[in-house]
């Protein structure tokens, strides 16, 4: 069956940098777009930013533009999300999810999570 794995997580000071992996296995990685997402306390899942299946395209949400990097590699079948500049904002947990190439909506998988603690 399909499994993602996320990683890395953890507490960090403000200003401080965290790198997420994201391990897929059960599908054939390259032909879906993965995506970051974060929830905080009390807040609904947001989206941080998404990458195509090459890698060429990536989206982010504003409040990460400059400041986080989504990336991934298809040889390892692992997605990643470097953090730097981190604010106690960020904190939440953060999810990855694979959506099928060219669908639109709905993620199809999701991995557990990985908390993520920015301290002031």
């Known amino acids: 069956q399909v499994q993602l794995v996320e990683s890395g997580g953890g507490l960090v000071q403000a200003g401080g940098s965290l790198r997420l992996s994201c391990a897929a296995s059960?599908?054939?990685?390259?032909?879906?777009?993965m995506g970051w997402f974060r929830q905080a306390p009390g807040k609904d899942r947001a989206l941080v930013a998404t990458?195509?299946?090459?890698?060429?395209?990536?989206v982010y949400a504003d409040s990460v533009k400059g400041r986080f990097t989504i990336s991934r590699d298809n040889a390892k079948n692992t997605a990643y999300l470097q953090m730097n500049s981190l604010k106690p904002e960020d904190t939440a947990v953060y999810y990855c999810?694979?959506?099928?190439?060219?669908?639109?909506?709905?993620?199809?998988?999701w991995g557990q999570g990985t908390q993520v603690i920015v301290s002031s």
């Open positions: 999810a694979a959506r099928r190439n060219l669908k639109v909506g709905e993620y199809d998988y």
């Open positions: 059960g599908l054939t990685f390259s032909t879906y777009r």
């Open positions: 990458i195509n299946w090459s890698g060429g395209s990536t």
